[in-house]
Each structure stands twice: as C-alpha cells, then as structure tokens.
C-alpha cells in the first residue's frame, strides 16, 4: 500500500492542530472489461420495452441485415439486428422511452456500476423511407441509464444526432459515459432509448424506421485515480439542511412530507371557514448568486404519493410556493397550481400563475401561502412583502379538498452549476388545517434528527441530503469521486504505530460530484486533535 505523503493542515477555534491525512489508495486499481449488452445473435426483440411516454407506440422486429462489430467483438454467423419502427401521432410534440435491461426481458436482470465504463457504443442504420425534421437529420437518440434507486430512466447519459446522409449504410456510433462519479450510477439495471418527436427542427411526420446493432458499453481500460479528501468547517447555522445531489435530473427534489399519525394526510385548508391555514417555511441559508435559480418549494397535492421523485410533475393536480434566487441578489416568490394535468407543468407558467412576488434583500427569512377561505391566499415574502389572490373558482379550489398531501423541500433548478449546493431552514410549520393536526417544527429543537411524527423523508435516491446540522458539527469532511472500496477513518496520532479505524459516521451526504460527511466534535478522536483519511481501518 502506496502512502500520500501530503498532509494539509487547518487551524481551528477551541482545539489545537486537525491534521487531515490524504486518501490512502487500497491497492491497485483495475480496469474493467467491455459488457455486451445486444448483438442480435438470436431475437431479443422482447427485450425491449415501450415505457408509454407518449402517444406513439414502437414496433420492434428482428432483421438479418447485421453490421460488423468493432474490432475484438465476436461476430457470430447468423447475427442479425433489431429494427425500430415508430409511427408518430402528427404534431403531437410525442416522445417515445424504450429501455433495454441487462441479460433479461423483463426489469430484474443484472445490476452494472456505470463508472466501471467510459462509453455508450451502438451501430445504426436509417431507412430511406425514416421520418426527417427538414433540417437534414432523422432527429436523435437519446441514451439515459436506469439506476436501481429510481426505477425509471431517470440519468441522462448522452445523445447521438443522425444526418440524413448517413441513411445509406452503417454508422458506428461512440458516446461518452458524461456522469461519471455519479451515486445513483453504481447500481443500473437498463438502459434508455429516448426519441423525441419536436428535438431538432419540424417535428418528425411519418414513420421513423432504423436499424441498431452491436450496443456495448466500453469498458475502463485505465484505473481512476484514488479520491481525495479535505476537511472544511461548517459554516451553515444549525437547522435542517437540504443539499442537491445532482444527477441526469437536473430537476431532482428533495422533499419532506408532513405527517399525522393520527388524521393520515389530510392538509386541506378546504372547509376551515374563515379559519386562516398557513403554509410556511423559514430560510437561514441559501446558495450565492452564482447558483440562482435554485429553488424551495411547497407542494400541496391531492392524494399525494410517497416516494415519487417528481410528484409536482407526475401528480394529475398540484398547487406550489416557488421560491427562487436570482443573479442580482434577489428572489421571487411564486403562488402556483395546475389541475387536471398528469405528466406535465405548463399550467404553472400558463394560466396557473396566480402572482410572484419580488424581495429585493434576497431569499432568507420566512415564506407563507395563508388561505383565508377557500379561494382567498395571501403570498407573504420576507421584510412584509406580500399580495393577495384568488383562484379562479370555487370548483377548482374543491379540487384540493382532503385527503391532501404537504411536501416541503428544495429542486435543483434545472443546471448542473447547483449539484451539491444546499439551504438551510430553521422551521416549517402548518397552521389552521381543520383535520390534520397543526405543527410547527423548530429544527435546532429536534436533537439532530428529523421527527418521524412530523415527517417522512420523501428522497429514495439519497435519504441523507436532507439532515439537522446542530451546533456541534464542527467540520465537513468531503471526499472526490468515484471512491468504491474507500472509508472515512480516524486516528488519535500518525506514525508506524497509529492504529486507524472507522468513524462509525454514516450520514453520507451524497452527491454526483462528491461526497461528504458531518463530523461532529463528538468524533474527534481526541479532544484536541484528530487525523482523519481514506483508506482501510489498519494500521
């Protein structure tokens, strides 16, 4: 085992010199083999499964004609291809997702670790008679991952554009594995095939018909390099703090949704009279203005699902507190809803948007939505700005009557430049419900954990981004990616005779980027100093 001999230092208030060893590498690395995941040697066309995101439906045939793999493949007498047929709804702006999962016809066969390869290969051919968009190509191919935590195509991977000149026989396609480092990637069961009817030009009109062969997923033929390891203070105030992990979803929640043990989810301020119900939450910490656009949320949705990654979109109706940062410094405040629209948003911006408010000091402070009746909200930002609203009707606030769900949290905001950023919160609160029972939840009261009586942590894919820092969190020790095989270790002293071992800490914060992990003053190994790297718990 090759030691790092550099080691940083950081001065701290209240204890001597923590001295933060760098990673310890377990070993040499190894590469990884190629895995074959279709060559068409047989008929796999039961392989493939339409996920019905739009209105077209796929036909998939098995065809003789076959492309010559890249050099080292086999190339078995008798192989043939898979051709796609898909006839598309006109004008429909219609997509069509196909996945593929590993070995098996149906979702349970082999689970691969993305980061073990570096590219996505396939060979594909258009028909003379495939739909164009008039703008010299077939339209294009999107490939996405299936990861086990999701369930569904969730992970962009990368996308192929087709040229109509290159309808005339075979083209090789390569495509970068762009995601590497990414959690949710260690663990993926199919791949994605993502058409889209409107992506480059007119929408696609006809039949969109080609061949695919030879889809590989090239393996690793140089090793990672060993993750490295910092230690940072904690410079957020205690409450609870929601970090974005990132991933092919640019749009990720991570949310808490309110729970009554009692009266089950039934939020609706529908029926309190002239009884005022708020919504709120308080921020103390928000990413800088070279992340706007992040945003905090509260969604309120009939008959809401547990565990839906993206339940304002796929919930038939939902009404929303939107707050988003701005590069200026300021923030918006949004009051919006949508009915009768599964699988989509464009109410909210459309004729859904019942106000936004502008706080020029920025987001931290407290947010609210008061219904003072059944249609009557008042939107109220930080420093008294506010404005009131009615829904349209009373027939569409009806639609939000019990059972309804609560759900508090953070999105991404549609950019990679916020992956690992976070804000904190020091309270949410409901008020006035005339069923559920009413909360309000100073998180620095809550011992470091959040309260299972006031909610359920609703973020399948990473349940630790969202934690109570308390005030004896002292550091962040954070750590690059991909970092399999590695643990997080502690040791009173260096030299030939330090005895490493595992913090026992397991609230990883995961991210697509890195990851990290509280350490608070408790698990310092000594009470003035500590060492800390990655590597196996020996000496």
């Not at 060979?123 to 739909?131: E, K, L, P, R, T």
């Not at 939107?379 to 609560?406: C, K, M, R, Y």
């Not at 006031?454 to 004896?472: C, F, G, K, S």
């Amino acid at each position: 085992m090759k030691k790092n001999p550099k080691l940083r230092r950081w001065l701290t208030a209240g204890l001597s010199v923590l001295v933060l060893a760098a990673s310890i590498r377990l070993g040499q690395a190894q590469t990884h083999p190629s895995y074959i995941i279709d060559q068409f040697d047989t008929d796999t066309s039961l392989s493939y499964n339409n996920n019905g995101w739009g209105s077209s439906s796929p036909t998939f045939l098995f065809n003789t004609n076959d492309a010559t793999p890249p050099a080292g493949y086999p190339n078995n007498p008798g192989s043939g291809s898979l051709e796609w047929q898909s006839l598309w709804v006109p004008a429909s702006g219609d997509q069509i997702m196909v996945t593929r999962s590993f070995n098996s016809i149906t979702n349970t066969g082999d689970t691969l670790n993305f980061n073990d390869y570096t590219n996505v290969m396939f060979d594909i051919q258009f028909q003379s008679n495939s739909a164009t968009d008039g703008n010299g190509s077939y339209g294009v191919i999107e490939i996405d991952a299936v990861p086990q935590s999701d369930g569904w195509p969730s992970t962009y991977i990368n996308t192929y554009a087709s040229a109509v000149n290159n309808g005339n026989g075979w083209i090789h396609v390569s495509l970068p594995i762009t995601v590497a480092g990414n959690s949710k990637l260690s663990a993926v069961y199919a791949l994605g095939f993502k058409i889209q009817q409107n992506k480059t030009g007119t929408p696609l009109s006809g039949t969109t018909d080609f061949l695919i062969d030879n889809i590989i997923l090239g393996g690793n033929s140089v090793p990672p390099p060993p993750p490295t390891l910092t230690l940072s203070r904690v410079t957020t105030p205690p409450g609870l703090l929601i970090v974005a992990q990132g991933g092919g979803n640019e749009y990720n929640r991570s949310l808490l949704e309110a729970n009554d043990l009692v009266y089950g989810h039934n939020f609706s301020w529908i029926g309190a009279g002239t009884t005022p119900v708020t919504f709120s939450m308080t921020i103390t910490n928000y990413p800088d203005t070279n992340h706007s656009g992040f945003e905090s949320v509260i969604f309120l949705v009939p008959n809401g699902a547990f565990g839906d990654p993206a339940i304002d979109y796929d919930a038939a109706s939902v009404a929303q507190l939107a707050i988003f940062n701005n590069p200026d410094g300021s923030a918006t405040g949004s009051f919006q809803f949508k009915t009768n629209q599964p699988e989509g948003n464009s109410q909210f911006s459309g004729s859904g948007n019942l106000a936004t408010i502008l706080v020029p000091s920025g987001p931290l402070g407290t947010w609210s939505i008061t219904f003072l009746n059944d249609t009557n909200v008042t939107l109220q930002g930080p420093h008294g700005v506010s404005t009131n609203i009615n829904f349209p009707d009373e027939a569409t606030a009806q639609v939000f009557a019990n059972p309804l769900s609560a759900y508090f949290g953070n999105q991404q905001g549609g950019t990679t430049a916020n992956i690992g950023q976070g804000s904190t919160y020091s309270e949410f609160s409901i008020a006035g419900t005339p069923v559920s029972t009413s909360f309000d939840d100073v998180f620095a009261n809550d011992g470091g954990i959040i309260s299972t009586t006031n909610w359920m942590v609703d973020n399948p894919a990473a349940p630790n981004n969202l934690l109570i820092v308390q005030a004896t969190d002292q550091f962040w020790a954070s750590w690059t990616l991909p970092a399999e095989g590695y643990s997080l270790l502690s040791s009173p002293a260096l030299g030939a005779g330090a005895l490493w071992s595992e913090t026992g800490l397991t609230n990883i914060v995961i991210t697509t980027t890195a990851n990290k992990i509280l350490v608070p003053q408790s698990s310092l190994p000594t009470v003035g100093a500590g060492f800390f790297r990655l590597g196996e718990p020996k000496s």
